[in-house]
T-cell receptor
Framework: AQSVTQLDSQVPVFEEAPVELRCNYSSSVSVYLFWYVQYPNQGLQLLLKYLSGSTLVKGINGFEAEFNKSQTSFHLRKPSVHISDTAEYFCAVTTNAGKSTFGDGTTLTVKP | DTAVSQTPKYLVTQMGNDKSIKCEQNLGHDTMYWYKQDSKKFLKIMFSYNNKELIINETVPNRFSPKSPDKAHLNLHINSLELGDSAVYFC??????????FGQGTRLTVV
């Protein structure tokens, strides 16, 4: 079984400030790691993913995440946020059996 | 061209009714899913189908019955709707263990 913990349910930041959304996971098998973004009244869309290789992955909209195997973490970062980044962010893990588990989400609110 | 489309987008119905939500993907993916997102935005997988075969069936009341006529379609039928079924239901598809592509969601309100 696997689980995903998003450590912050809400993150308020000012525009142009850096942000980090934290994600920890646990699993008895190897997993693939994902971050998704959900804008209001829309479905989820992929921000970035880690399947293998370099532990620092870059995604869309200037986001990046670093896979840390020893700490079982996959934190999402952006050096300078915009108002348009206000959304719900979900961390997810998927096993090679195709089962996905999502975290409870982090609401990022960017204030002017 | 919408990759994963689900209909209807909104569904308001009375308790006890039976309703269906349809989902189609044009990505050629082998795996399709149904997720439920509650009012607190928690997202939980309900079902997963691979090439029309059920591979994941989480703890979901048997009033919920998925049907996959072909690998591009995964419909969700719900019998005897209850107030607690009110949520947003998302269909998604994926190929192997890569990322899932989500539909826009169906907001179900049971009154």
């Amino acid at each position: 079984a696997q689980s995903v913990t998003q450590l912050d349910s809400q993150v308020p930041v000012f525009e142009e400030a850096p942000v980090e959304l934290r994600c920890n996971y646990s699993s008895s098998v190897s997993v693939y790691l994902f971050w998704y973004v959900q804008y209001p009244n829309q479905g989820l869309q992929l921000l970035l993913k880690y399947l293998s290789g370099s532990t620092l992955v870059k995604g869309i909209n200037g986001f990046e995440a670093e896979f840390n195997k020893s700490q079982t973490s996959f934190h999402l970062r952006k050096p300078s946020v915009h108002i348009s980044d206000t959304a719900e962010y979900f961390c997810a893990v998927t096993t090679n059996a195709g089962k996905s588990t999502f975290g409870d989400g982090t609401t990022l609110t960017v204030k002017p | 061209d919408t990759a994963v489309s689900q209909t209807p987008k909104y569904l308001v119905t009375q308790m006890g009714n039976d309703k269906s939500i349809k989902c189609e993907q044009n990505l050629g993916h082998d795996t399709m899913y149904w997720y439920k997102q509650d009012s607190k935005k928690f997202l939980k997988i309900m079902f997963s189908y691979n090439n029309k075969e059920l591979i994941i069936n989480e703890t979901v009341p048997n009033r919920f019955s998925p049907k996959s006529p072909d690998k591009a379609h995964l419909n969700l039928h719900i019998n005897s709707l209850e107030l607690g079924d009110s949520a947003v239901y998302f269909c998604a598809s994926s190929q192997d263990e890569t990322e899932a592509f989500f539909g826009q969601g169906t907001r179900l309100t049971v009154v």
